[in-house]
């Protein structure tokens, strides 16, 4: 078991003609995702590593079978390829686009809430299921299936948690990053309630960083609801400056909100144990019982 | 009333807006403002208008609400004051809206929120049409922030947008692009090291301490910065060359990173995935010579062939580490002992 994606998991790609849409159409299907068709309008009829080429999505499923997608277009065209495969039914939607302008993420958001299209992203690293299905542009080889859940609002550093997971002996069930930009698709929230229903998952690794409150939202939560799985959370972000990017564009402290020490501190007092090295997530979580073999 | 016409938040405080009763007196007024930089920007531009006497300021804005994921009509009867701190000691003074992003925002919602101000009457019409006019430009501008502080009621009674301030999205230039070339000879508290840097592509922000950072992504690099103050050293910026780090992007990332005199010990992060350690290798190597780095540096390299990575590194000198703790202990050690 895992969330969201799986061995049945069929995708198209928006964006396979460009060159990192080629490039990790190509590591996907190395990882065994089912990549079944790509959306590109005007290249209709090409292959990319022989997969079919279609104008639009109505083409694209009248001659395949596929329920999820991924979009690498560029900013400028995301919002009109993101709203095309939610128009498609196709679900998840994972957009790995950077710099699309906060208004198209708000249409899309909302759009994608009526039609019950869950959004992983914009900015994000992607979802993997390991052994199973990779839908972004994460190094694969650094997952194993296991029994901890991961959530991430980063890319390189849920590489580098996940990597310290597996060295541990930690494998996965899903890891996921909800993007960085300040309006995406899944809150901590969302993805800590699909981790508790499903089995296989034991335990939850959880990153975090400054800007906005899901961290705070999610330490309510899990108060609140007397969250039944251990969950270990790394927050960066301790040493920026209020009123600065630290490039994502969501991890800003405006004014007083959205710091680590808050975050930090409201996570404490609802039970999450606190990482203060990303290293120390491993160290954490470990437990007989969730090592492999 | 003299206002100088700067993109920085908090004129007034700075001098830069100032009463004046008589036209001799206005341009003595201009000319001390035109002498002025307020927070790093020159002044090349002022506003004359009218003195308004108000009897009462209101403020009034519109957000980006990140929780519920749409934009966010803010306002309080506390105006002309800092609004955090009414949030924060008066919570039950702010009135939230939530606009929404398909119906977008109708006139009936723009008179509830007016009466919701305590409006009512003509002042409630003008106070929605305001409000209204927000929200427009909100959208025609890709607004991140519009704010109206003070919203100001005059003694004869009508209302007035006494202030208007509004943040663009830095995500929406493509489109938006008379403030693109706005933004490339002045932003409001960037250093010039952090315009050259944006120029690059570069995630850049500049800080008072001697470690200069380098990493691949931006949680990477912000965890690198936690973990360089927790071992009692002081990062000198934060830098994130990005995902697919090519030569040519940590060749600017260099460049901008020891452009900083402050740099005494430089701190490489790489956690390669994608990316190649032995090509990271090569391209640190290569630019080191090109541009003759005299300065220690420490180099934490690990991820996809990072053996062979770490080998030519070692060929020319350089340590890396395998771990990030060792990486920022060991950059600090470097400062603290005098090197």
Redesign the interface.
């Given at each position: 078991m895992a969330i969201l994606v799986g061995r049945k998991t069929r995708a198209i790609v928006w964006g396979i003609t460009g060159s990192q849409g080629q490039?990790h159409t190509q590591?996907m299907l190395e990882y065994g995702t089912k990549i079944v068709a790509g959306v590109t309008p005007g290249r209709g009829g090409h292959e990319v590593h022989r997969v079919p080429v279609f104008d639009t999505a109505r083409e694209a499923l009248e001659n395949v079978d596929a329920d999820a997608s991924i979009i690498f277009v560029p900013?400028?065209y995301a919002k009109d390829a993101t709203l095309e495969a939610i128009a498609a039914n196709l679900n998840p939607v994972v957009v790995i686009t950077e710099?699309?302008?906060?208004?198209d993420?708000?249409?899309i958001?909302?759009?994608a809430?009526?039609k019950g299209t869950t959004i992983i992203g914009p900015n994000t690293p992607g979802i993997i299921t390991p052994a199973q299905c990779k839908l972004g542009?994460?190094?694969g080889?650094?997952f194993k299936p296991g029994k901890v859940g991961l959530v991430?609002?980063?890319?390189?550093?849920?590489?580098?948690i996940a990597?310290s997971l597996t060295n541990a002996g930690l494998g996965q069930t899903t890891c996921l990053g909800v993007g960085?930009d300040?309006?995406v698709g899944m809150?901590f929230v969302d993805v800590f309630k699909m981790f508790r229903k499903d089995p296989a998952t034991k335990a939850i690794a959880m990153?975090g960083?400054?800007g906005?409150?899901?961290e705070e939202?999610a330490a309510e939560y899990v108060k609140k609801t007397k969250y039944p799985k251990p969950i270990v959370a790394?927050i960066?972000?301790?040493?920026?400056?209020a009123?600065?990017?630290?490039?994502?564009?969501?991890?800003i402290i405006t004014?007083?909100a959205g710091t680590?020490e808050t975050k930090i501190e409201a996570l404490r007092a609802a039970g999450v144990r606190i990482a203060?090295?990303?290293?120390e997530i491993a160290k954490l979580i470990k437990h007989p019982k969730l090592t492999l073999n | 009333m003299i206002k100088a016409q700067v993109l920085v938040a908090g004129r007034g405080k700075a001098g830069a807006i100032k009463p004046a009763s008589s036209p001799e007196e206005a341009q003595r007024v201009a000319q001390t403002i035109f002498s002025m930089t307020v927070k790093g920007e020159k002044v090349a531009k002022v506003l004359v208008e009218e003195q308004l006497a108000s009897r009462y300021e209101r403020y009034v804005s519109i957000v980006v609400d990140r929780g519920s994921k749409c934009y966010t009509i803010l306002c309080s009867t506390e105006g002309g004051v800092d609004i955090e701190q009414v949030a924060t000691l008066h919570p039950e003074k702010i009135i939230r809206y939530r606009i929404d992003a398909l119906l977008g925002l109708q006139e009936f919602e723009c008179r509830t929120v007016a009466k919701q101000l305590g409006y009512s009457g003509q002042q409630m019409s003008k106070v929605a049409s305001i409000v209204s006019k927000l929200y427009q430009i909100m959208l025609q501008c890709d607004g991140e922030l519009i704010e109206s502080n003070p919203l100001i009621e005059t003694e004869a009674g009508d209302v007035v947008a006494a202030d208007l301030r509004i943040l663009v999205d830095d995500n929406s230039l493509f489109r938006q692009k008379k403030f693109l070339e706005r933004s490339k000879t002045f932003e409001p508290d960037m250093s010039e090291l952090e315009i050259k840097a944006r120029e690059k592509g570069l995630a850049f922000v500049e800080l008072d301490g001697d470690v200069g950072i380098i990493g691949n992504g931006a949680g990477l690099v912000m965890a690198t910065l936690d973990m360089i103050i927790d071992y009692k050293g002081k990062p000198a910026n934060f830098c994130d060359v990005g995902g697919g780090a090519s030569e040519e992007r940590i060749a600017s990332a260099l460049e901008i990173v020891l452009a900083n005199p402050r740099v005494k010990v430089l701190l490489i992060n790489i956690m390669g995935g994608i990316t190649r350690c032995d090509d990271v290798a090569r391209a640190i190597l290569d630019i080191q010579k090109k541009m003759g780095i005299t300065i220690p540096m420490v180099i934490r390299l690990v991820g996809t062939n990072e053996k062979e990575g770490q080998k030519i590194l070692a060929a020319a000198n350089i340590p890396s580490l395998n771990s990030m703790e060792e990486a920022a202990s060991k950059a600090v050690s470097l400062i603290s002992g005098g090197i």
């Open positions: 490039f590591l900013a400028p710099g699309i302008p906060v208004k993420e708000i249409l958001m909302e759009i809430k009526q542009i994460m190094p080889h650094i991430s609002r980063s890319g390189t550093l849920t590489y580098e990597a960085g300040p309006v809150s990153i960083e400054i906005g409150n899901a939202m790394y960066a972000g301790r040493g920026a400056p009123g600065k990017r630290m490039g994502h564009a969501g991890a004014g007083k680590a203060l090295k990303p290293g | -």
